[in-house]
């Protein structure tokens, strides 16, 4: 009997590439939408979509109910908390089984960010619910990149306020690879684990324009831009300023070397190593102006 996963955050970078990974399998998708307008892409790929809101549990009973398995991807912001809280509790009345959750990297009380310590409260309260339960610590999306591929095309340059940083980032879509793993394994085989996932090795940003040059056929230079130069630039686009601020925070912990590690946990779930930039470069080098 085929098992039926509910997907949060489904129309998000990490749970698209899920779909696709779980499209050939013997599983029922539905996702969780909040606008019914995100629900005819969500159709074409076979999921069934359910219209709710995390931040008003009254909303989440009839997307719950009779789901086996929850992905819950909750979006950043400061009641990342509250919308995990009210997934949990309608996950609990509904009956789910298993909840396999995306953190963040470094995740903890005294993280030296917002968000890491947000997410440690909802890592705890997950650790606590009673169900199954399988937690995600992924590394920088290498996707994150293609905030710049804009610049990158029209001038050949790209600026991030990450210093010298070197980071093991990792392409979302080996992170939706090792969550497809975990769902689709007997629900008792991965309860209890935090998997700190990354790619599978350490680049700084200069490493990566030359990366991107090389794939591109032409010159790419990285140029590092102080926090206030950055936060300007994500303030001219419109981002919340809860926004800026995380991203900040997380460019300051990067560039103090918080990040400079790396993990055999992707290659230990899929029997395979995990893409390297280049492969990710390579994917995407019409993006960033091939």
Do not use: C
């Not at 009380?109 to 890491?116: F, K, V």
Request: no cysteine; aromatic share 6%.
């Amino acid at each position: 009997m085929s098992r039926t996963i509910l997907l949060t955050g489904a129309t998000g970078t990490v749970s698209t590439a899920l779909i696709a990974e779980l499209a050939e399998s013997d599983v029922d998708l539905r996702a969780l939408v909040l606008d019914e307008s995100e629900a005819d892409g969500l159709l074409a790929r076979g999921v069934k979509p359910y219209v709710g809101d995390l931040e008003d549990p009254r909303t989440l009973t009839p997307a719950f109910e009779g789901a086996q398995d929850l992905w819950l991807l909750t979006p950043n912001s400061p009641r990342a908390p509250e919308n995990h809280m009210n997934a949990l509790w309608a996950a609990r009345r509904a009956g789910v089984e298993r909840v396999v959750r995306m953190s963040a990297i470094g995740a903890a009380h005294d993280a030296p960010n917002r968000s890491g310590r947000l997410h440690a409260l909802s890592d705890r309260e997950i650790e606590n619910s009673g169900m199954r339960w399988t937690i995600l610590h992924p590394h920088w999306f290498m996707q994150n990149l293609l905030n710049e591929a804009g610049d990158i095309a029209a001038t050949g340059t790209f600026s991030l306020n990450l210093a010298a940083a070197r980071l093991a980032m990792i392409d979302a879509r080996d992170i939706a690879a090792s969550a497809a793993r975990v769902l689709l394994d007997d629900p008792g085989r991965h309860h209890g684990k935090a998997y700190t996932l990354s790619g599978p090795r350490l680049l700084s940003m200069e490493e990566v324009a030359e990366h991107l040059g090389t794939v591109l056929g032409k010159p790419v230079e990285y140029r590092a831009v102080s926090d206030e130069t950055k936060r300007a630039t994500l303030r001219g686009y419109g981002v919340p300023p809860w926004i800026v601020d995380m991203l900040e925070e997380y460019a300051q912990a990067y560039a103090s070397g918080w990040g400079q590690y790396s993990t055999d946990t992707v290659a230990e779930l899929l029997g395979r190593p995990p893409r390297d930039f280049t492969d990710f470069a390579r994917d995407h080098a019409e993006a960033f102006g091939a």
